[in-house]
């Protein structure tokens, strides 16, 4: 198989590097040195993150307390590249597609793939293989590593030079004695990983995600979060997704802390693993859950832990407000998506606002648009979406900013406010409405777990305002006479607190909300589900 050719990567980045901050200003916003403006040298993020100069660290634990020493770890790597090199004969810029579970060996799989210079394709393991078809023939990978070997290698073998099975790939590493110590140079604009988007609307599209876009966001959060090498990182989130593989692992790579690897997330590890941790980082429905446990107390929060971060979805104002009351912490809220990584932040020290998703971070350009979307620019945006130059093209502006198809406000302390999805947006009579307001005005009514505002077609308004509502266990009720009421009363306990158009034309009850892999709310699906509900 030939490899496809990567040239059209550099078209892309030559319009989002035009549009970066100039050199002068990168360096006064506190510029890490990882973008296209630092000048000569390898910009591997491996070379960058400089692992093998703290060989004796602790770089991860995982399982019941094994330890993996950064030296450990750069062995691995190197003997996983080494194989990937010379039995499969990846070179720089080959795709090596992954649909793994979360495990060490993905980890070294990942990181051996960056050490080659050739491009890491993560996809999530749950995907059927009908899903998976559009990333093998999108991706044109010249491997995939696979957790379903036996149906992969017969479904795609005639498109697809090498298929492996995970396991199998992690034991041919073992057999290797020499590991390659070499790390690939490359340069900044030089893709690292490709990551598809979730594709609510469409299929999924394949971002980019440069080798100095990663470094300049990972350099930019260590300051902003103040990581330590002393820092131990509670890791619980997928590894397929740019929270987990990003934005919380490098955060460690680059402070040469400690990762707490858990394969997934549950409320009673996460308790447990919690007393040898300082810092968090989740999804809101982790910390919901947690609250939701009648194991987690302030107790179960040693004084060592200094941060809990939120990201990747709207974090509720209830849930802001509960665990700091029961923990004593106030969780930090960020904002980002795949194409940026992480844009704002509130800030470590500092007024951590509720409802907001903090300050831009250095290097990083936000403004709101004619239309209340918000744009941003900085060195860790993508370099456009893989084999689609027409869609790259339509997400930036003139002059270099991304549209991120949030609708927000930034106030005169350069906090942000997310309102919503553009798409999600509600015109209602005529009248805007956006859904997050009344989301976070019936979270706060009593009995109710959770809700989605979503907008429904009605022959006389356009569009009608739903509320699909998730109840307490304790509050909920069985009887169409029971739900009557409850509808009523939240109705009522809305229109005391919003205008007469912004609230709920009708409540929807449901056990739980329909949410991806990433614990974010399918809007996409409660619409389709409740289109016709208003239907004469």
């Known amino acids: 198989l030939v490899p496809r050719p990567l040239q059209h990567v550099q078209l892309l980045l030559q319009g989002t590097q035009r549009a970066s901050l100039s050199c002068s200003s990168r360096r006064s916003a506190g510029c890490g040195g990882g973008c296209a403006c630092s000048g000569g040298g390898n910009s591997n993020l491996l070379e960058k993150a400089g692992i093998t100069r703290e060989r004796e660290a602790t770089a991860i634990v995982y399982d019941d307390h094994r330890v993996l020493t950064y030296g450990d770890l750069d062995d691995a790597i190197g003997r996983t590249a080494r194989v990937l090199a010379e039995k499969y004969r990846l070179t720089k810029g080959d ?278 979307i918000l744009e941003t620019r900085s060195n860790s945006l993508f370099g456009g979406y893989w084999q689609n130059p027409r869609k790259t093209a339509e997400e930036f502006t003139v002059d270099g900013y991304f549209i991120t198809g949030d609708v927000g406000k930034i106030d005169e302390k350069g906090y942000v406010t997310i309102l919503g999805r553009g798409k999600d947006l509600i015109i209602s009579g005529g009248l805007n409405i956006y859904p997050k307001q009344v989301e976070d005005v019936i979270d706060h009514i009593e009995g109710v777990a959770e809700c989605a505002v979503i907008a429904v077609p009605h022959s006389d308004l356009g569009e009608a305002v739903v509320a699909v509502v998730a109840m307490e266990r304790k509050s909920r009720v069985e009887s169409e006479s029971g739900r009557e009421a409850e509808e009523r009363r939240i109705v009522e306990a809305a229109r005391a607190r919003l205008a007469g158009y912004k609230t709920p034309k009708r409540i929807v009850f449901v056990d739980a909300l329909p949410r991806n892999s990433m614990a974010k709310i399918q809007k996409n699906v409660l619409r389709e589900k409740y289109k016709e509900l208003f239907a004469a």
């Not at 140079?185 to 979730?198: K, L, Q, R």
């Not at 106030?330 to 998703?357: F, H, K």
């Open 95 to 372: 795709r090596v597609l992954a649909r793994t579970g979360k495990s060490i060996e993905s980890l070294r799989l990942y990181l051996a793939t960056l050490r080659l210079g050739a491009v890491y394709v993560p996809v999530n393991p749950t995907y059927t293989q009908e899903e998976t078809a559009h990333f093998v023939q999108d991706a044109s990978p010249r491997l995939f590593v696979t957790s379903s070997h036996g149906a992969d290698s017969t479904a795609f073998r005639d498109v697809v030079e090498s298929i492996v099975d995970e396991g199998e790939m992690a034991r041919e590493g073992d057999r290797v004695e020499n590991g390659m110590t070499e790390i690939e140079n490359v340069t900044a604009g030089d893709p690292a990983c490709i990551c598809y988007t979730s594709g609510t609307t469409g299929l999924p599209k394949g971002a980019i995600l440069t080798h100095g876009g990663l470094v300049s966001n990972a350099t930019a959060l260590v300051s902003a979060w103040q990581f330590k090498q002393s820092d131990r990182l509670l890791h619980s989130l997928p590894f397929y997704h740019v929270h987990g593989m990003f934005i919380s692992l490098n955060c460690a790579l680059f402070s040469h802390s400690t990762v707490l690897w858990r394969d997934r997330f549950s409320v009673e590890d996460t308790i447990e693993w919690l007393r040898d941790s300082t810092v968090m980082m989740g999804v809101p429905t982790y910390y919901s859950r947690l609250l939701n446990s009648s194991s987690f107390n302030r107790g179960c929060v040693p004084k060592r832990l200094r941060l809990f971060v939120s990201g990747s979805a709207p974090l509720s104002p209830v849930v802001f407000e509960k665990f700091r009351e029961v923990t004593g912490h106030t969780i930090l809220e960020r904002y980002g998506m795949t194409e940026a990584q992480v844009i704002s932040s509130n800030p470590y020290d500092g007024e951590r606002a509720c409802g907001t998703v903090g300050q831009a971070l250095p290097g990083t350009e936000i403004r709101v648009n004619k239309n209340g």
